[in-house]
């Protein structure tokens, strides 16, 4: 869709500048006691990228400079796998760490942001069964992160029991020597930013409550969604 807008040269100077919701920005702020509401420069902030196999988007701006018209190309779904491009939200909303919550996000909008702790047997299960889900076994908390959940399998191999997740004020669980039970069950499905040689091509599998499950039985932060595209609006020059 082509958009005409009429500008003058002189018009809107010193106006509020385009700001972008950058979920990593707004994850910082909620650890560092900033606002969460807070905002970011679009020229300053990092694009999230929305490659998402059968579910990105992206968008190409092209601009036309005149005296007085601005033309502006946005979004094309029809464009999203020959032309995969980053893009901002300027509005989103937050989702509830629910199954029917994150089935409904997925199935209505496509795949969303999610946030997670991490535990020292993380990286150290992945190293070995990447094609398997994750589920805490053992270990101290070393921190969080940031993903994008793209799905969820019916399905799903993961090691030992459910187990409730040590408070700052427990134990730390060690390694166990024994050899843990293979359990089957529902996972998430999520995409990670650590490269295609990470995991299973860069993708990795956490067992449902690892995100959904009661309280003190999942490691979830925050998730949030972006409501879509942001509308490109740039002032013409003479």
Known sequence: MVLM??????????????????????????????SEEKSVKVEEAESWDSEIPGG???????????????????????????EPQPHKATKYHYVLNTKDEFKRELIKDGPL?????????FTWFFTYWPEQAYNYQWGSLQGGHAVVLIGWESSCTYHGEKIRIPGQNDAVRQRSSSESVLCHGECWHLRNTWGDEWGDKGYFRMVDDMLTGPEGYHLH?????ADGPKTVQEKATV
């Open 5 to 34: 807008q009429e500008h003058k040269a002189d018009q809107h100077a010193g106006q509020e500048e385009e700001e972008g919701f950058n979920f990593f920005t707004w994850l910082y702020n909620l650890f560092a006691g900033g």
């Open 113 to 121: 942001y999610t946030s997670y702790f991490i535990y020292e047997d």
């Open 56 to 82: 990105g988007w992206s968008s190409e701006t092209k601009t036309t400079n005149t005296h007085s018209t601005t033309t502006v190309e946005q979004c094309s779904r029809d464009r999203c796998f020959t």
């Open 221 to 225: 932060i925050a998730s949030a969604a």
